[in-house]
Structures are given as structure tokens and as C-alpha cells.
């Protein structure tokens, strides 16, 4: 059973990263629908204030709470994200509520764990999992009108189903930590590892798909990280089939080095979008809410290497 310091701090620091993950999701769903889908632009609309509210609610308990490695990893906020955001109000007209980013700039780590700490990090679980079933059945009704003509989106149908097992990881991790399920730690490096090989893959090629096609140096290089995921992806999930250690550490070591690769390609690519250096159809807060997810698999990958 899961120790009440351990409960806490995975579930807040979770929360931190997928549920701004999901906030972002639900304003990119938003903006990509035609003006006929009035109905989903509102559920969109509804699901982003209310992710920010947990967002927010989760942002107050954690100070004093979060690890060292979560507070310096750039899984919750990177130096460019605040920036973006405004950027992104700009060019859409939505607003953001910034202050949220600007409470996170001053989380600091530490030990302050408490009873009522326990009791409201539960309620906070519960509503998210609320949350994440609602996400979860609406990107899949959306996903399964693309894919049947009966929806015109601006996301590529893949996106969709990329944002979706995003969505279902965040509720099963989150189911886990309600039940104080202890995992196996072995198993969970598997699984977690051939998932985000598989998410940075989809990201090089939304990027590859995204850039205006005059950026050809930009476009080579997303392909080439796309093709290198891919190839990392099956490599993990055979690791995984055959229950190699041996197997998975030498794809962790490629896995880590490729990962900081995309991560300074998407950082890079992050400011020139900010400096309007970059020609594209991506918008900012897209590539800084990609950087985050890159800067959470190197923590992980940090995680399973000092596990073998």
C-alpha cells in the first residue's frame, strides 16, 4: 500500500503535468472545430475552465509538497510557457488564464505532508477521474465522427487518437493511486517507456505535418526524429514481450539520448515560433505544451535507468 507521502506527492505531481496536458487538449479540440459544431466548441470551452480549476485548486496544495526532480524537470512549466500562452490569446482571441503559470513559477519542493493534505488530495483525485471520463467519451465521439465523415476537424485524426491515450493513461494512473496500488516498478518501466517512444514518434510528425512547406531543414529533421521514435517503439514494445531488462536498458539509453535530441529540436522550434522566426500552422502553445511532454519522459527514462 501506497505510503501517505508517496499518495500525495504522485498524485499532485500528476496532476501538475497531465491535467494542464488535458486543459491544453481541450483548447486545441476548441479552436479546430468549424463554426457548425457550435455544441463541441462549448463542451471544449466547458472541459478547459474546468481542468484549469483543478489546475489552479492542484497548484495551491502543492507548494512545499512536489520533488526536487518534478520541480526542476519542466514537465509542469518551461521557461517559454507563459510567453506562449499570451501568444496564443493573441492569435485566437481565447483567454488563458495565465495566472495559474505565474503561481507554478514559484512551486518549490518539500516535505509538508499532512492528514487533511490526504483528505483533499482524495477529493481532488475523485474529481479528476469525473473529469477524465467525460474527456475520454468526448475525444472518442469526435475521434469516431472524423473517422465516419460525419465531422470535419482541423486535427489530424491521429492527433485525436494520440490526445485520447493521453487521457486514458492519466485516468489509470490516477485509478492506481486511489486503490494505493503498489505497481511493479519493472512492468510500469516497460509499459510507460514503449508509450512515450510512441508519443515523441507522433509528435515529429505532427510538427513535420504542421510547418509551412518551404521550411524543408526544419521538416528533414522532424522526419528523421519521427522514423528514430518509430524504430525505438517497436524496439520497447519487444523488450516488453520478452520481459528483457537487458533488452530495455540499451533502448533506455538510445530512448534517453533521442528524447534529448526532440526535447532542444522542440525547444528551439518553441522560440522561434515566439520570436516569429519559424513559418508554420503550429500554434505556440502546441509546441511549448510538446516540450513539456518530452521534458516529463526524460525525467522517467532518469527514473528506469537508476532502477536496472
Not at 2 to 22: A, C, K, P, W
Not at 210 to 227: I, K, M, Q, S, V
Not at 233 to 260: F, G, I, N, Y
Amino acid at each position: 500500500m501506497l505510503s501517505r507521502v508517496d499518495y500525495i506527492r504522485q498524485s499532485l505531481e500528476t496532476h501538475l503535468f497531465l491535467g494542464r496536458i488535458m486543459k491544453e487538449h481541450s483548447f486545441f479540440l476548441q479552436t479546430a472545430f468549424t463554426p457548425r459544431d457550435d455544441k463541441f466548441i462549448k463542451h471544449a470551452d466547458d472541459l478547459r475552465l474546468a481542468f484549469g480549476e483543478l489546475l489552479e485548486d492542484c497548484t495551491a496544495l502543492a507548494n512545499g509538497v512536489i520533488s526536487r526532480e518534478a520541480a526542476a524537470s519542466g514537465e509542469i512549466i518551461t521557461q517559454y510557457t507563459l510567453e506562449a500562452e499570451k501568444l496564443t490569446e493573441f492569435y485566437t482571441g481565447i483567454s488563458l488564464n495565465t495566472k495559474i503559470t505565474q503561481a507554478e513559477k514559484g512551486l518549490a519542493p518539500g516535505n509538508d505532508f499532512t492528514p487533511l493534505l490526504e483528505r483533499r488530495v482524495f477529493a481532488i483525485n475523485r474529481r479528476a477521474l469525473s473529469l477524465l471520463d467525460d474527456i475520454i467519451q468526448f475525444k472518442t465521439t469526435i475521434l469516431n465522427d472524423v473517422l465516419c465523415c460525419k465531422m470535419f476537424t482541423l486535427n489530424y485524426p491521429l492527433l485525436l487518437d494520440h490526445i485520447l491515450r493521453e487521457a486514458k493513461l492519466y485516468r489509470r494512473l490516477i485509478q492506481r493511486l486511489q486503490s494505493r496500488e503498489q505497481i511493479n516498478i519493472l512492468r510500469e518501466a516497460f509499459e510507460q517507456e514503449a508509450f512515450w517512444n510512441q508519443i515523441m514518434a507522433e509528435h515529429a510528425y505532427f510538427i513535420r505535418g504542421l510547418l509551412d512547406p518551404t521550411e524543408e531543414e526544419l521538416f528533414n529533421t522532424a522526419n528523421r526524429f519521427g522514423h528514430e521514435f518509430d524504430k525505438l517503439t517497436c524496439e520497447s514494445k519487444e523488450a516488453m514481450d520478452r520481459a528483457m531488462p537487458a533488452d530495455l536498458s540499451r533502448v533506455t539509453r538510445e530512448s534517453l539520448q533521442a528524447t534529448k535530441g526532440i526535447r532542444d529540436f522542440k525547444a528551439q522550434g518553441t522560440q522561434g515560433l515566439l520570436e516569429c522566426k519559424i513559418k508554420s500552422i503550429i500554434i505556440p502553445l502546441l509546441a511549448d505544451h510538446t516540450l513539456r511532454e518530452a521534458n516529463h519522459f526524460l525525467k522517467l527514462l532518469k527514473i528506469f535507468q537508476n532502477l536496472r
